[in-house]
């Protein structure tokens, strides 16, 4: 059974980093092929893509983003990772993450992150 | 970046109702798209991934299709349960991108 769980700090001050974590069972990022993506949805808005991780630890990112985006792994405690450095307002929604094989297939249920001063 | 145009933004649909949602690429993707279903407090459930495969678990109601550089999702029969934004997603080049959904209610 694939389970996927995003977890983060709920409130944060604009500049901060924002720091999420993707805690998921039910598959490995060392399989070939395998995936996790970061997506967020702001209130009232749509989805966005944010960036992508591979098994082989090739990273994408969203450059709408402007090199704020960092996404990492820890195999082997089956984890993903993502940092957005200097967050300000815009970047308060619901993140989500999500296991790719092909598309997204699964998705953790999401956290919602608001930045506020 | 490629585009993706949903149409319509919003609809209205009578149980029963035959519905179609289009989602236009700005650029040739091939069958690199797939369509979400997203309720509220729910994250988006995958309905159709490579233009016109039913996702696992998605009722046979549901279809995807392909004409040129523009995508449907169709639902052959509304039902209640069916009320929902629908986005469709490219994944053939990065970055990736969301439509910018459709939102269907039942009238």
């Known amino acids: 059974q694939v389970t996927l769980k995003e977890s983060g700090p709920g409130i944060l001050q604009p500049s901060q980093t924002l720091s999420l974590t993707c805690t998921f069972s039910?598959?490995?990022?060392?399989?070939?092929?395998?995936?996790v993506g970061w997506i967020r949805q702001p209130s009232g808005k749509g989805l966005e893509w944010l960036a992508n991780i591979w098994w082989d630890d090739d990273k994408y990112y969203n450059p709408s983003l402007k090199n704020r985006l960092t996404i990492s792994k820890d195999t082997s405690n089956n984890q993903a990772f993502l940092k957005i450095t200097n967050v300000d307002t815009a970047d308060t929604a619901t993140y989500y993450c999500?296991?790719?094989?092909?598309?997204?297939?699964?998705w953790g249920q999401g956290v919602m992150v608001t930045v506020s001063s | 970046d490629i585009q993706l145009t949903q149409s319509p933004s919003s609809m209205s649909a009578s149980l029963g109702d035959r519905v179609s949602l289009t989602c236009q690429s700005s650029?040739?993707?091939?069958?690199?798209l797939s369509w979400y279903q997203h309720k509220p407090g729910k994250p988006p459930k995958p309905m159709i991934y490579y233009a016109t495969n039913l996702a696992d678990g998605v009722p046979s109601r549901f279809s995807g299709s392909r004409s040129g550089s523009d995508y449907s999702l169709t639902i052959s029969s509304l039902e209640s349960e069916d009320t929902a934004i629908y986005y469709c997603?490219?994944?053939?080049?990065?970055?990736?991108?969301f439509g910018g959904g459709t939102k269907l209610e039942l009238k």
């Open positions: 999500a296991r790719i094989r092909g598309p997204h297939d699964y």
């Open positions: 039910g598959f490995s990022l060392s399989t070939y092929g395998m995936g």
């Open positions: 997603l490219q994944y053939d080049e990065y970055p990736w991108t």
């Open positions: 650029q040739g993707i091939g069958n690199y």
